[in-house]
């Protein structure tokens, strides 16, 4: 829902009726994931998407009804009936989606209070009930150090805001399930809790073309972009309109005074010793969840040597992506952008880099897991 904030606070301002559906389960293979968000207004204006097409048009019906009758509601949908002309999944999966409206004051602050707190960059769960022995729609915003909305009943609310205090450490979407007086090991109640973490980081470290469009592909992504660069010619604003700072230092310096956790990617683009050498050193110590580097195979294996004289370890190095990004032929820094986000993204959910057409199985993939220490 993060994407659609800007139009949601747009509507609550205007005093807007509206109905949210939102994505709270999924089986098998689906085109979006939990928290994936449609929003439908009263006059039939449309924003998001719950399944990229397949099922919008009878979630539109569900909603609008919702916006009538004031009532939450659960529907799941499966592989598409084609005889009945029933809306459906053409992938196989199933999807479960609660549409709820928000129509009163009280859910217009609450979402307001979501919008501000995201917009903030605070990290905040959202938990919805979504079937069982509470009140269906029901919400409960959790912090880190409180709490707004109740789920209706005070143990389900405490053991809920322990769960989705948990869920936010670990930037985790989920459904969790309660007794109704939040009991353990019991499933009278469901909830869906969303957290919504500040957006990962991407440090972009060298001031070139290169540097330029993947700082632009970086904050599509979603990531808070930085580039660092040394030369105070090349860091500039001007050069870099789409990253969210631009730092003028030598990068291994500003690496080790910044915070750089376990969603954080380097992408090292300056492709010069005296700069990627201490840098990669120092970034390999880390916990980042992605390290990169450019250069041709020549300069990789010099860079390899350099870096084990300066102490790192085989393990270390192995967790060094270098040369960069994946093989797509890339000749231009926008072609190369795109290799370096793809094998990024790779690394992330642990996809084969592959054509989808040589392969068989489910396409979407489980985030990877990875042992304790860095990566």
Partial sequence: MRELLSELRAWQAAGT??????????RGSAPRAPGATMAVTADGTVAGSVSG????SDVYEVATETLTTGETQLRTYGISDDEAFGAGLTCGGTIDV???PCVTAADRDGLR????????????ALATVVSGAAPPGARRLVLGGRT??????EGLDAAVTDDARGLLAQGATGTVRYGPRGERRMQDVTVFVQTYAPAPRMLVFGAIDHAAATARIGAFLGYRVTVCDARPAFATRERFPT?????CAWPHTYL?????????????????????VPLLAAALRTPAAY?????????????IARLREAGVDEAGLSRLASPVGLDLGARTPEETAVSIAAEIIQHRWGGTGRPLGELTGTIHHAPVTRGPGPG
């Fill in 256 to 276: 080790e005074s910044t915070r750089v956790d376990g969603r954080t990617v380097v992408c090292v683009l300056t492709h010069d010793p005296k700069f990627d």
């Fill in 243 to 247: 990253a969210d700072e631009v730092v």
């Fill in 98 to 100: 609660l549409i709820r």
């Fill in 113 to 124: 209070e979501l919008a501000d707190l995201v917009a903030a960059g605070e990290p905040v």
């Fill in 53 to 56: 097409g397949c099922v919008e």
């Fill in 148 to 153: 707004s909305g109740s789920l209706g009943e």
């Fill in 17 to 26: 009726p509206f109905a949210l559906a939102t994505v709270v389960a999924v």
């Fill in 291 to 303: 390290i990169g580097a450019m250069g041709s195979r020549r300069t990789h294996a010099d860079r």
